[in-house]
Nanobody, 125 residues
Framework: VQLQAFGGGLVQAGGSLRLSCTASGRTLSSSTIGWFRQAPGKEREFVAAIRPSGSTHYSLSVKGRFTISRDNAKNLAYLQMSSLNPEDTAVYYC????????????????????WGQGTLVTVSS
């Protein structure tokens, strides 16, 4: 399975960006898809997840600003990011895990099996 995240770039504070995640060798519709991010010198942290049912879950730091979605027909997942601020600067990763992950376990990166290579998002002030 190969995941690839793309769509990162440089954006001004207050701006928006949409990240995409594509997979080869796996049908995303049956997986839990997670987005994580890692800022320089920090641990990789949970951002958002979407389960096969379509239920979505967010970290408190992005809730209300970011939207995770999936397009099963295209085997793609997205992370729409709005109202970006410099604290959102990080490498963003998409990952897949079991479709049976429970809500309380979505934030644990160890529950995700396959990872993309990451895409850098830089938010300037």
């Amino acid at each position: 399975v190969q995941l690839q995240a793309f769509g990162g770039g440089l954006v001004q504070a207050g701006g928006s960006l949409r990240l995409s995640c594509t997979a080869s060798g796996r049908t995303l519709s049956s997986s839990t898809i997670g987005w994580f991010r890692q800022a320089p010198g920090k641990e990789r942290e949970f951002v958002a997840a979407i389960r096969p049912s379509g239920s979505t879950h967010y970290s408190l730091s992005v809730k209300g600003r970011f939207t995770i979605s999936r397009d099963n027909a295209k085997n793609l997942a997205y992370l729409q990011m709005s109202s970006l601020n410099p604290e959102d600067t990080a490498v963003y990763y998409c990952a897949t895990g079991s479709g049976r992950l429970i809500v309380s376990s979505l934030w644990l990166k160890d529950n995700y099996v396959d990872w993309g290579q990451g895409t850098l998002v830089t938010v300037s002030s």
